[in-house]
């Protein structure tokens, strides 16, 4: 089969290199990035180039030791713990520094029974199968905000504390709570000063997640 390409009929720009570099400095120009940690200007701007809303940073929250936590962290091997397949898709594995793990255990077979017997999602339940590999870890959610409430409970229970938490589910019931709680976890406890990245209100999502991850996993832009 002989391959053509079809006839110009619109005027766009269709150089993939120019079209990336011309996209983070549309973003840059749009976006206020002036209340985010100096090292956090690139997780910023991966995350609108992820969702194409560059009034995103108005709501973005990020911990004062967050780049230096996660990137430490993956540096060291610590593996990357998400709440959605989706997340783990999205995460660049070239980008990774020690080709950590990247989990999303929401398909062991063990999770429908414990959502059940618990009375809550399959999502939160699976968070709870992280606990032996929660040491140390890069902790992403990007769609449910059961999973992010139901980690933060074990945390207040003394679960293992992961060395970071990203935080953006997505949606109308309880992501801005979930959010919200996250943010102010060290309110409630002292010692869960637990570095963070979150997205205040209703957005989020599974490529907000995996782009700040891809982010943190390599300073490269």
């Given at each position: 089969m002989r391959l053509n390409r079809p006839s110009r009929h619109f005027d766009y720009v269709d150089d993939g290199a120019a079209i990336y570099v011309d996209s983070f400095a549309t973003i840059r120009a749009?976006?206020?990035?002036?209340?985010?940690?100096?090292?956090?200007?690139?997780?910023?701007?991966?995350?609108?180039?992820?969702?194409?809303?560059?009034?995103?940073t108005d709501d973005l929250v990020v911990h004062e030791r967050l780049v230096t936590a996660a990137r430490g962290a993956l540096q060291a091997g610590a593996p990357i713990l998400t709440d959605a397949t989706m997340v783990a898709s999205g995460?660049?594995?070239?980008?990774?520094?020690?080709?950590?793990?990247?989990?999303?255990?929401?398909?062991?077979?063990?999770?429908?029974?414990?959502?059940?017997?618990?009375?809550?999602?399959?999502?939160?339940?699976?968070?709870?199968?992280?606990?032996?590999?929660l040491e140390g870890a890069v902790v992403a959610f990007g769609n449910a905000p059961t999973a992010l409430f139901h980690l933060l409970e074990m945390l207040l229970d003394g679960a293992p504390r992961p060395a970071a938490i990203i935080g953006t589910p997505v949606g109308f019931i309880g992501a801005a709570e979930s959010k919200d709680a996250l943010a102010g976890l060290a309110e409630l406890r002292a010692d869960l000063d637990i570095p963070f990245l979150t997205v205040r209100g209703r957005r989020g999502g599974s490529a907000m997640a995996a782009s700040a991850i891809n982010a943190l996993a390599q300073e490269k832009e």
């Open positions: 749009e976006s206020d990035l002036s209340h985010l940690p100096a090292d956090a200007e690139k997780i910023a701007v991966r995350m609108v180039h992820a969702c194409g809303q560059t009034d995103l995460v660049t594995r070239a980008r990774l520094p020690k080709d950590n793990d990247v989990l999303c255990l929401l398909r062991d077979e063990r999770v429908p029974g414990l959502a059940a017997a618990w009375g809550t999602t399959r999502s939160a339940a699976a968070v709870s199968l992280w606990e032996d590999r």
